[in-house]
């Protein structure tokens, strides 16, 4: 299809992911109400559903082993890592956070920066933390983060550096 048609409950898309034939789209929801994520098939375009979040400002999108994993927040209020299970389309984890930050998945983990309060290291199946890596930049720690298969890494665009997590020992180096 050359044209998707987003639901009303997406305003401006502001995420989108692909993986396994499907695209994933999720945007800024109207009124403030919650927001949605839609699955559309890549080949057709069809919506094959859309599915209620618990916020209204999804900001961060990842795909896992038959999940979608998303940073949500309210407002200035709540912030909130969900996991969707893409073959019964529920959220089946929801992690609160306390401040906004980057998202990666690999094989074992998912990862996401809480800030500065540090990298977090859940575990992709039960949402508990597994480890908590402290970041440098105190209040200005590195938000951006991108996994794949050379490692998973950080950047921070307060100071220019980029950081390599070492997924052994649960630390990061500074790599430029």
């Known amino acids: 299809s050359d044209v998707m048609a987003l639901g009303p409950r997406i305003t401006q898309p502001e995420v989108l992911a692909a993986g396994d034939g499907k695209?994933?789209?999720?945007?800024?929801?109207?009124?403030q109400g919650s927001a949605s994520l839609q699955e559309f098939d890549e080949d057709t375009g069809k919506v094959l559903s859309t599915i209620s979040l618990p916020d209204n400002w999804p900001g961060e999108i990842a795909v896992g082993d038959k999940a979608i994993w998303l940073r949500t927040q309210q407002g200035e209020e709540s912030t909130h890592l969900v996991k969707i299970d893409t073959t019964t389309h529920q959220i089946a984890v929801n992690v609160t956070l306390q401040k906004d930050g980057g998202l990666?998945?690999?094989?074992?983990?998912?990862?996401?920066?809480?800030?500065?309060?540090?990298?977090f290291r859940i575990d992709p199946q039960t949402g508990h933390t597994i480890a908590t890596i402290q970041l440098p930049g105190?209040?200005?720690?590195?938000?951006?983060?991108?996994?794949?298969?050379?490692?998973?890494?950080?950047?921070?665009?307060?100071?220019?550096?980029?950081?390599?997590?070492?997924?052994q020992t649960n630390t990061v180096r500074l790599v430029t």
Do not use: C, K, M, Q
């Open 104 to 119: 990666a998945v690999t094989r074992d983990a998912v990862w996401t920066v809480n800030g500065s309060l540090g990298l």
């Open 138 to 167: 105190g209040l200005y720690a590195p938000l951006g983060l991108t996994s794949g298969p050379l490692g998973v890494f950080l950047g921070s665009s307060y100071d220019g550096s980029i950081l390599r997590v070492n997924e």
């Open 23 to 31: 695209l994933w789209v999720t945007g800024i929801s109207p009124d």
